[in-house]
């Protein structure tokens, strides 16, 4: 059983000059979407496709579910964590607001940035979400073996698209890593990056491994961005 995290393409954060909260794909954004389903389709044939409401990640599925021939299944809670509304606001404002709060106390991080969605909220949205699609698909925490799993599906891969943060607290919670409020600069991923988690048979159970990260080899070096 394999779950490929694909983060999306470029999107278009300014335009303009002014803040985007939901953006669009770049046109290199398109071209990275577009490379990353060609990629996915020769090495690793998921069997669904799972894709954030959010623009970026719908149009970086486009390709894939063209390439796969597999239908978008679109759910809702792999969104990236809310910021506050910044509709209106300059990017230089914005990008200044984030160059401020990478100091706050540790606590604050967990709160989140004021008027958007606290990390806590965020984390537990994510891996609930995790929790609920992988129970649908035969696949249970070993409740009488830490860290071990018990998975009825082993041919299923899924493929996720989604975030940067999304994906990152995905991975912390199949891992079994303990959460921190920063989890996308623990676990940087790249715009349509792959990471790749098997779950392989071990001590009666299984254990999700993590096969590859940030994986970018289907980007040619002057298309790669973060």
Known sequence: MELIFIRHGQPAWSVDGWSQTNPHLTELGARQAHLAADRLVVDHRPTELLVSPAHRAQETA???AAATGLDV?????LLEIQFP?????????????????????????????????SFRAFHE??????ETLLAERGITPDPNKKHLWN???????????AHGGTNAVAL????????????????ILYHASFARVRAIPLAGSHVFSLRTFNDR????????TR
């Open 151 to 161: 998975v009825a599906a082993e041919d299923t891969c899924l493929a996720i698209v």
């Open 62 to 64: 486009v390709p894939i």
């Open 85 to 117: 509304d910044w509709s209106g606001e300059l990017e230089e404002t914005v990008q200044r607001l984030f160059a401020e709060g990478i100091h706050r106390s540790p606590e604050d991080w967990w709160d989140g940035m004021p008027g958007g969605e």
């Open 172 to 187: 912390t919670y199949l891992l079994d890593v303990d959460p921190a409020p920063w989890e996308w600069e623990r676990f």
């Open 125 to 130: 949205r994510v891996t609930t979400a995790m």
């Open 73 to 77: 299944n679109t759910v809702d809670a």
């Open 217 to 224: 080899e289907h980007l040619p070096h002057e298309v790669r």
